[in-house]
């Protein structure tokens, strides 16, 4: 097994909690965008707007990644959106395992708040598909790694 680390320098364990998913079969694109939209939100606003996001109710701003991209009227100030369902779900389990370590660290799970949330690209996983006349193309799967850090406000 390979030893990770964070890559948040300002990390204190007495009063911040963090939480990780390594190796998520998810789009590195559509979570680092995820990532970006709940940074800076409660726990409680974070974990209502990845449901909504599951749900379809409310779009994510796609602002790195928006050549191509639909416009959302439900967005306001960015028109580039979508609905990254996958992506969101797998983050909100991350979110609720950084719950669970803020509460077990006795922080107060209402006022924290998330100060650092990235996402990065894991290893590839090597696929061919077959092609005719005994050709074949690659196609890889990216995997990501995602981390969550909070404290209280």
């Given amino acids: ?39 800076g939100k409660t726990l409680p606003d974070a974990r ?15 602002r790195r990644y928006k ?6 009227s439900q967005l306001q100030g960015f028109p580039s959106g979508r609905f990254p369902q996958k992506a969101a779900g ?4 991350v979110l ?17 708040k998330i100060f650092h949330a990235v996402a990065h690209r894991g290893r590839r996983i090597l696929g061919y598909t077959p092609r005719a006349h005994g050709r074949s193309s690659p196609s890889f799967n990216t995997l990501t790694h995602i981390e969550l850090v909070a404290g209280e406000a």
């Fill in 67 to 72: 050549l191509k991209v639909g416009h959302k």
């Fill in 48 to 62: 209502s707007f990845l449901d909504d996001v599951v749900a379809m109710k409310v779009p994510v701003a796609f």
């Fill in 96 to 112: 609720d395992n950084l719950e669970a370590n803020a509460e077990f660290k006795g922080l107060d799970t209402e006022k924290i």
């Fill in 1 to 39: 097994m390979p030893h990770y680390k964070y890559s948040c320098s300002n990390y204190d364990p007495l009063v911040h909690a963090r939480a990780s998913g390594r190796e998520v079969d998810i789009s590195p694109k559509a979570s680092r965008e995820v990532c970006q939209a709940i940074k």
């Fill in 90 to 93: 797998e983050i909100l389990a």
